[in-house]
């Protein structure tokens, strides 16, 4: 290939969201197809030849935070101009002032594709922010990429006629080992345990449904435990009663502990408001663990395709209640879970039309 093959991935939320796990996927699957591929993150990791680059200007304190946002601002835009030739494709996350910095950038870079895992944060949804936010895309970007119909919905609603290219959630391939003297004391004091445990792990929001689980947890039989672990940065669990058969480990989850508490789970439960693809469900089946998940359209669509992978329970309380009741039974005083994980061959994901695309128009 030419020296404008090399593509560059921006990742300005890496070590916030868990995305250096989509990063090194993103970055295998080019690779494979011929591209030198450099990212640019928040995020270190020396196994996959990761470096930070870019500070995290997710901070608590707004004042820090737009400080550090100049200072990434600054960064991405050096990166932009030493790189006239390279492709860059930018993780958009709907954070507007980020977006829009990097979809001006766009205007003198042409070569910037913008990766949108959602358009506007869950939680904050507005419909007239996503109309306008959706028109500068379609100022400035003649081509999105995106990972689920919803998406795709959302951006054609709103007028944007220029090129989508649609393709799933990338497979994780990240080592599912962990170093035991690693990991964190309050994780390894979860197992073993002799209940069936329910892992709901990621951010805590509202749109995760966290309410509709800690809701489910307080009716559920002796039988199960739960685990939240993630980050409750916007201080929800302060608003709710946790029941006493739920631990929560209330940080940012460190790769190891992650690793820990993925392979000793029974099941993970997404009981999700709303999303448009999820990095948790991904994890699930890379550790090869039953997912329990609400009916949203692109659960349904994975669960359809391949049943093995876990269970649709519904939308409520009630139907979670319902479902989880009915999922174990006790044998000979055994507890036996009706379902379980079979292992089959997960096909990769086509990336072939992004391929193309940046193929077409080297120059």
């Keep these: 290939m030419s020296s404008d093959s090399k593509i ?21 699957a080019l690779e494979s197809k011929g591209f030198v591929v450099e990212v640019v993150s928040n995020f270190y990791s020396r196994e996959n ?3 930070r680059k870019l500070p995290n200007f997710y901070r608590s304190n707004r004042a820090i935070s737009g400080l550090y946002f100049l200072v990434a601002a600054m960064d991405i835009a050096r990166i932009f101009k ?4 390279s492709y860059f494709i930018y993780y958009s996350f709907g954070n507007i002032i980020a977006d829009c910095t990097v979809l001006l950038f766009s205007k003198v870079h042409k070569k910037i594709i913008f990766d949108i ?3 506007l944060p869950l939680d904050h949804w507005k419909p007239n922010a996503a109309r306008r936010i959706v028109r500068l895309y379609k100022m400035f970007a003649p081509v999105i990429i995106v990972h689920s119909k919803r998406n795709t919905e959302i951006f054609c609603s709103y007028g944007y006629k220029n090129q989508i290219i649609l393709f799933d959630h990338l497979r994780y391939d990240i080592d599912r080992e962990y170093e035991y003297d690693q990991v964190s004391e309050d994780v390894r004091r ?3 345990s002799e209940r069936i445990t329910l892992l709901f792990f ?3 929001r509202l749109s995760k449904g966290i309410d509709i689980l800690l809701a489910a947890a307080r009716r559920l039989p002796g039988i199960y435990s739960v685990i939240v672990a993630g980050n409750d940065s916007d201080g929800i669990l302060n608003r709710i009663q946790v029941p006493g058969n739920v631990v929560v480990i209330n940080r940012v989850i460190s790769d190891n502990d992650l690793r820990y508490l993925f392979s000793h789970c029974d099941c993970v439960v997404l009981p999700y408001r709303q999303v448009s693809q999820s ?9 090869e663990k039953v997912a329990i998940v609400s009916d949203l359209p692109i659960f349904r669509e994975m669960i359809d395709k391949r049943p093995e992978l876990g269970f649709v329970y519904g939308h409520t309380t009630d139907d979670l209640v319902d479902f989880l009741t009915k999922f174990v039974s006790v044998e000979n005083g055994k507890v036996k879970m ?5 292992s089959s061959t997960r096909m990769q994901v086509d990336i072939d039309e992004l391929v193309s695309y940046i193929l077409s128009h080297q120059t």
């Design 8 to 28: 560059i991935i921006v990742d300005s939320i890496g070590s916030h969201s868990g995305m250096h796990y989509y990063d090194v996927a993103f970055k295998h």
């Design 49 to 51: 030849h990761i470096q």
């Design 202 to 204: 990621g951010h805590i």
């Design 117 to 119: 895992h959602e358009v």
């Design 190 to 192: 979860l197992f073993p």
């Design 82 to 85: 030493r790189n006239p030739n």
């Design 279 to 287: 990095g948790v469900l991904e994890m699930a089946l890379h550790f």
């Design 338 to 342: 009706l379902g379980s994980y079979h």
